[in-house]
C-alpha cells in the first residue's frame, strides 16, 4: 500500500447563475451549445493552469489543482482569477 501524502490543492465549483430559468426558455439545441461552449472555456482555463476537470455536473464544473510546493498556492488562485473574465462572452449570449 502506498504511504498517504497530504498534499494542497484548489477545488474549482463553478456553474451558471440562472441555468435553471434559462433552460426553462431555451430551445434545447440552443442551451446545448451555450453549455458546449462554457465547457469548453472552463475546460481551457482549468488546464492552462495544469488542472484537471474532474466532472461536469449539469451546468456545473468540478475542477482541481494540485500545488507542487507551498509558494505554488498562488499560481492555483489565478485559475480562479480567470474564470469570470473569460467568461463574459458567455453572458452576453445569455442576458
Do not use: W
Not at 504511504?3 to 434559462?22: H, I, M, N, W, Y
Not at 439545441?29 to 488546464?47: D, N, S, T, W
Amino acid at each position: 500500500m502506498a504511504a498517504l501524502q497530504r498534499k494542497t490543492v484548489t477545488v474549482l465549483f463553478c456553474d451558471v447563475t440562472g441555468s435553471t430559468e434559462l433552460g426553462e426558455s431555451a430551445e434545447p439545441e440552443a442551451l446545448r451549445a451555450l453549455l458546449a461552449g462554457y465547457f469548453e472555456r472552463m475546460k481551457a482555463i482549468v488546464e492552462a493552469h495544469v488542472g484537471t476537470v474532474e466532472k461536469f455536473i449539469g451546468d456545473a464544473v468540478m475542477a482541481v489543482e494540485q500545488a507542487l510546493e507551498r509558494y505554488e498556492r498562488k499560481k492555483n488562485l489565478a485559475m480562479v482569477a480567470q474564470v469570470r473574465p473569460k467568461l463574459e462572452g458567455l453572458r452576453a449570449h445569455v442576458s
